[in-house]
T-cell receptor
Framework: EDQVTQSPEALRLQEGESSSLNCSYT??????LFWYRQDPGKGPEFLFT???AGEEKEKERLKATLTKKESFLHITAPKPEDSATYLC???????????FGQGTTLQVKP | AAGVIQSPRHLIKEKRETATLKCYPI?????VYWYQQGPGQDPQFLIS???????DKGSIPDRFSAQQFSDYHSELNMSSLELGDSALYFC???????????????FGEGSRLTVL
């Protein structure tokens, strides 16, 4: 069964304290691994797509990496405005619909 | 840049009433997805349309129906509303199928439905 699992569920960091979020997946024949950011009461905002193991993408303080089994979202020197829920998703092996993980809620304190 | 437009943003209904949500995808996007997100939960896929035809179906109740029109906008119709239908409903659109970026979904701001 296609599944996307994220950890931790919640993460509290001090401003400037770097960390990583994990996303593991069991989608066979993965056709892209997606990261989204979601602020409370708003729609998920697309961040990155990773297509192959070893691929890395960066945007400001965020860097996403992909291995054959999991993806990491590294946050370097986070700021309070990085506080949000970060969702990982992969397209179902049967159809194109995205299967989301439960998300990691990040809180960055000043 | 144009984004996915959803309306209404907020909707309050009584049990057993009917509600309709509308979604206008990004221009030239041909696929529309509907997701339901309960409090503290991840988005759950309901249904999708490609070129005005239903392309996939998820955990959408039989009380719900949806369609995509000739101008690619989509409507989600919900009848016999129940308390458990209270949630954020997101619409997303994606690049044309077959393109490298077809899997990247762009979400609207969502429609918050409250059933009393």
């Amino acid at each position: 069964e296609d599944q996307v699992t994220q950890s931790p569920e919640a993460l509290r960091l001090q401003e400037g304290e770097s960390s990583s979020l994990n996303c593991s997946y069991t989608v066979s024949g993965l056709r892209g691994l997606f990261w989204y950011r979601q602020d409370p009461g708003k729609g998920p905002e697309f961040l990155f797509t990773l297509y192959s193991a070893g691929e890395e993408k960066e945007k400001e303080r965020l860097k996403a990496t992909l291995t054959k089994k999991e993806s990491f979202l590294h946050i370097t020197a986070p700021k309070p405005e990085d506080s949000a829920t970060y969702l990982c998703a992969g397209p179902s092996s049967n159809t194109g619909k995205l299967i989301f993980g439960q998300g990691t809620t990040l809180q960055v304190k000043p | 840049a144009a984004g996915v437009i959803q309306s209404p943003r907020h909707l309050i209904k009584e049990k057993r009433e009917t509600a309709t949500l509308k979604c206008y995808p990004i221009p030239r996007h041909d696929t529309v997805y509907w997701y339901q997100q309960g409090p503290g939960q991840d988005p759950q896929f309901l249904i999708s349309f490609y070129e005005k035809m239903q392309s996939d179906k998820g955990s959408i109740p039989d009380r719900f129906s949806a369609q995509q029109f000739s101008d690619y906008h989509s409507e989600l119709n919900m009848s016999s509303l129940e308390l458990g239908d209270s949630a954020l409903y997101f619409c997303a659109s994606s690049h044309p199928a077959g393109t490298r970026f077809a899997g990247e979904l762009f979400f609207g701001e969502g429609s918050r439905l409250t059933v009393l």
